[in-house]
């Protein structure tokens, strides 16, 4: 008769291996509840196929450790959890308390930013991955009058190395970021512009801070590429232009006409008195501007009367040569300013700012007294007897400097002391000599002499914008 139960005691350990029994030989039925202890069963002993129908939770006695697990842990909304720990996690924007201060963003968070107490930068998350975004709202409307800047933290916003600022009530800016070459780009329909900038060629370029500066000593050209929006540095440009003076006869050569004008408010270096404010040029793009800097005027043996100056150009902007100075009748004493005149003679026909302009670009010439000859008239003030009139001072080269002074007036050979040198005007002569010199691109008139009048100072021209911020 065959066997068909054998008790556990009959059977030594290890005698009976698996391949001694058929399979669906040993049921779970006829296995009694933890009969089988985990000890018994080596490892890699039961496959996957051998169990019908799975382990339910209830057979598992305790839990099994994350880490016998391929994957411990569950990613949602960029935020890792491990399985079986407790979180929050929001789906979509992170809103955040309203901001009053300057704050550094994170990653998928929106912030209500009010800035009733003032400006304030909100700053881009660092190192971003695609994908990252974050949205900032006007919270109480005066985004308008105290903006709300996105700095942007070491990355492009919009392919531009330049933050931005929201300058409307009641704008909701999302940036979400790209790539390293566009950066951070506003997706979302809200205004909120990325601030562009002006970009030229011509003369000597130099940079003064936040502006760029194009000196020109000779006649050339100013081209324009490209003009900022009103974010960047808008379409205006500050300028300063300088007339050649006037030559020296007996008197004094008047100083080169000089206009001046700064673009307020977004420039505010120091200019001159003549400068009004918020009198920048417009300028366009794709176009090219002729510059002419105007030569100073020579100067003459002192019955002759010296050279009137040449004109400076740029634009819509001309300033007219300075005067040269007497004797009288000379008729190239009118100019930007006039040159010194003989006794007697009216002050309309040595006058400055000839063609008139507002504000004026320049001062009348002084009139002779005795042996000394009439000063030339400069921006800042008009000539003496033998006293040149001053010129002005302004910082749009990026320092102050002082030009379009006149020049000192001549004298006979009587030993007094001349007055001194101004702003480019032509230097101290002695009594008889030939009068000094003008200084270049200044626009100073030649001093008067005796024997003859000093050569006058060339202008020059100097433009002026931001190209960054």
């Known amino acids: 008769m065959p066997i068909s139960k054998i008790g556990s005691k009959g059977v030594k350990d290890a005698e009976i291996s698996a391949a001694d029994i058929a399979p669906g030989t040993i049921t779970s039925a006829k296995i009694a509840p933890g009969t089988i202890a985990s000890d018994r069963i080596a490892p890699g002993t039961i496959a996957s196929d051998r169990l019908a129908g799975g382990i339910t939770n ?13 994957n411990s842990s569950t990613t949602i909304n960029g935020t890792a959890i491990a399985l079986g720990a407790s979180g929050t996690i929001v789906a979509g924007t992170d809103w955040q308390a309203v901001v009053t201060s300057n704050t550094t963003m994170v990653a998928s968070r929106g912030y209500f930013v009010n800035t009733t107490g003032g400006a304030i930068t909100m700053t881009l998350p660092a190192s971003p991955s695609a994908g990252d975004f974050v949205e900032v709202i006007d919270y109480a ?23 931005i600022a929201i300058k409307s009530n009641r704008i909701n800016n999302k940036f979400t970021y790209i790539d390293a070459t566009q950066g951070w780009i506003k997706t979302n329909d809200d205004t909120g512009t990325v601030p562009t900038y002006t970009a030229a060629t011509g003369g000597t ?35 300063m232009v300088v007339a050649g003076g006037g030559g020296g006869g007996e008197g004094g050569g008047g100083a080169g006409g000089y206009r001046e004008g700064r673009d307020s408010p977004v420039d505010t270096f120091s200019a001159s008195p003549l400068a009004a404010s918020d009198s920048g040029l417009t300028v366009a793009a794709s176009t090219t501007y002729p510059i002419t800097v105007g030569a100073g005027g020579n100067g003459q043996q002192h019955t002759l009367g010296g050279l009137k100056g040449s004109n400076s150009v740029f634009s819509t902007i001309t300033s007219t040569g300075g005067g040269g ?12 300013s006039g040159g010194g005149r003989e006794p007697g003679v009216p002050v309309s026909c040595q006058s400055g700012n000839h063609p008139p302009v507002s504000p004026p670009q320049g001062n009348p010439g002084g009139e002779q007294s005795g042996t000394r000859h009439g000063g030339g008239g400069g921006a800042g003030g008009a000539g003496g ?23 000192i007036g001549g004298h006979s ?11 480019g005007g032509g230097s101290i002569n002695g009594p008889g000599n030939t009068g000094g010199a003008g200084t270049a691109n200044t626009g100073g008139g030649g001093s008067g002499g005796w024997s003859n009048g000093g050569n006058a100072g060339s ?7 931001k190209y960054q911020n």
Do not use: C, E, M
């Open 58 to 70: 209830s057979q598992l006695a305790g839990s099994i450790a994350n880490a016998k697990l391929a």
């Open 141 to 163: 409307g005066t985004a308008g009058t105290n903006n709300i800047t996105i700095a942007r933290n070491g990355s492009n916003i919009g392919g531009s190395a330049s933050d």
């Open 205 to 239: 370029v130099t940079n003064s801070g936040n502006f760029r500066i194009h000196t020109f000593n000779s006649s050339s050209n100013f081209v324009v590429s490209d003009v900022g929006n009103s974010d960047g540095s808008g379409v205006k440009v500050s300028y």
């Open 325 to 336: 100075g007497g004797p009288a009748p000379n008729p190239r004493v009118l100019g930007g």
């Open 385 to 407: 007897t033998n006293a040149a009139g001053a010129g002005v001072t302004t910082s749009i080269g990026g320092s102050a400097v002082a030009r379009a002074g006149g020049g």
């Open 413 to 423: 050979n009587n030993p007094g002391t001349p007055t001194a040198q101004v702003a």
């Open 459 to 465: 202008g020059i021209v100097i433009i002026r914008y």
